[in-house]
């Protein structure tokens, strides 16, 4: 309820007028058999990834309790859980961008919020595998660590930079998980604001046009976080590396690619296809009921598609 006493819903329909939303367009009447192509392939991609993250999640639960011997799950594999249960949100997600897609831009900062959540786990889960952070604050101090680069930074597959090799210091951890905590934080923020500019701008506000144009500097932007707060996962991994040997065994690596697969999924893959002509990909905006699509209603559908692919 509004604070006029009308039912939200009716005070929206007022305020805005009543039209007919991306959703009612594509399944009102007649299904056009691209729209029925493109769901289908949604849900088999979206379907995949919630069986087959499940299926990993119980194998954990069954190593969990054989480590515990008992009916308690062990903390380490819940940790594991928690990072695997992720893709069924992510795919979920991604499956409401299709079926909604007016509403892409909240499922987009949903999914950033999985994201930034499993991100930041990161550090902590790699600094276990030598006890903890107390643990390795004492060791640091105590032993004489081969100097290592400490931020390696990895854009696409072709541009690789490293930071310069010191001998790592227990600032230095903390300078890393400040990495990380930006990149959790900024993630967030900047498709929230994105969120406000789609929304904004689709009600008719023209005074928002200015800042709509911005979102090639807010993507930017969102690339250089990810590089660099991925850059400091990777060096807490080298890090944990040089202080105990063995920790290589705990499949530092997997779990970074396993966590820019989300990057993959939510950033680069989506934009690199949104670049491609709209009319390439779809073909004409009018569907077989006689509906047309909008090129901000096209482009929303099909990134919401896009990330699942991904």
């Not at 930074?153 to 905590?181: A, D, N």
Request: overall charge positive; hydrophobic content about 50%.
């Amino acid at each position: 309820w509004s604070l006029t006493g009308i039912p939200l819903p009716v005070h929206l329909s007022l305020a805005f007028g009543a039209m007919l939303v991306t959703s009612e367009k594509i399944f009102h009447g007649h299904l056009d058999v691209r729209v029925a192509t493109l769901v289908g392939v949604a849900i088999v991609f979206a379907g995949v990834a919630i069986v087959k993250s499940l299926l990993l999640a119980r194998r954990h639960f069954k190593a969990g309790l054989k480590l515990t011997g008992t009916k308690a799950v062990h903390p380490r594999a819940l940790k594991f859980i928690g990072f695997v249960v992720g893709v069924p949100a992510f795919a979920c997600l991604g499956l409401l961008g299709v079926f909604l897609p007016e509403l892409s831009p909240l499922w987009r900062f949903l999914q950033t919020l999985v994201l930034s959540h499993n991100l930041k786990r990161i550090p902590n889960l790699f600094i276990d595998n030598v006890g903890g952070p107390v643990r390795l604050h004492l060791r640091m101090l105590k032993e004489n660590i081969e100097p290592i680069s400490l931020v390696s930074l990895r854009c696409f597959l072709c541009c690789h930079c490293s930071s310069p090799k010191v001998v790592p210091k227990p600032v230095h951890v903390w300078y890393l998980k400040l990495l990380v905590t930006q990149m959790c934080f900024l993630q967030p923020f900047l498709v929230f604001l994105e969120v406000i500019v789609d929304w904004e701008y689709g009600i008719g506000a023209h005074w928002i046009e200015a800042f709509s144009r911005k979102h090639v500097i807010s993507t930017i932007c969102r690339f250089a976080s990810l590089i660099i707060g991925l850059g400091a996962c990777r060096g807490v991994a080298h890090l944990v590396e040089a202080m105990s040997p063995q920790a290589k065994l705990q499949h530092l690596d997997n779990i970074l690619k396993y966590c820019q697969s989300y990057v993959l999924a939510l950033n680069l893959l989506p934009n690199l296809l949104g670049r491609i002509p709209l009319q390439d990909i779809w073909g004409q905006n009018k569907l077989s009921n006689g509906e047309v699509l909008t090129a901000i209603e096209l482009s929303e559908l099909l990134r919401s598609s896009f990330v699942l692919l991904g």
